[in-house]
């Protein structure tokens, strides 16, 4: 199995790397994209080596995408190609898992209107304006779709997350 995370510099630190660490735990080939290769660094210092670019991202390829928040959404939301691997993820379904801003790169890509969805309470605002039935929960399945509010909803985004890909808690 093979998740995808896409992300960029100062996301939140936690959130990149325990969905990294548990689904490489889980026995899956972890991908992290961003806009370039070399490394991208978290608010709080951690660096994470960049396997691919957006553009060499093929997301028939993955089982899951994974959204970290922090700041990074803010530009990864600019970045068509991004928005375009979200938008393959539900034209077929797969699981997307979208924590903290996260859930800004699937509103920049249409995604949300009629789905139920959590995000950071900054977002808040910005999740309805597009559509999306809002649910302040530290975890909200809507179908393929997970997302969560923020670091302390981690085990629960978690333990979401490996449910869809076949895992039990």
Do not use: W
């Not at 600019?78 to 509103?107: D, M, T, W, Y």
């Not at 995000?119 to 969560?148: H, I, P, R």
């Amino acid at each position: 199995m093979k998740a995808l995370i896409i992300s960029a510099d100062h996301f939140e630190d936690s959130e990149l790397l325990v969905p990294y660490y548990r689904l490489k735990e889980a026995g899956a080939e972890v991908t992290v994209a961003s806009l370039n290769r070399g490394t991208i660094t978290g608010k709080h210092g951690y660096e994470v080596a960049v396997d691919k670019t957006f553009d060499e991202v093929n997301p028939d390829e993955y089982a899951i995408l994974v959204l970290p928040g922090g700041k990074a959404p803010a530009v990864v939301r600019k970045q068509s190609k991004a928005l375009e691997i979200a938008r393959s993820f539900f034209a077929v379904n797969k699981p997307v898992a979208a924590i903290c801003h996260g859930p800004q790169i699937l509103i920049s890509a249409g995604l949300l209107k009629g789905r139920r969805a959590t995000c950071y309470m900054s977002v808040a605002d910005e999740l309805k304006e597009a559509g999306a039935l809002y649910e302040d929960q530290e975890v909200v399945v809507d179908g393929n779709l997970v997302t969560s509010r923020q670091p302390p909803d981690l085990p629960a985004f978690m333990r979401e997350t490996m449910k869809q890909l076949g895992f039990s808690p």
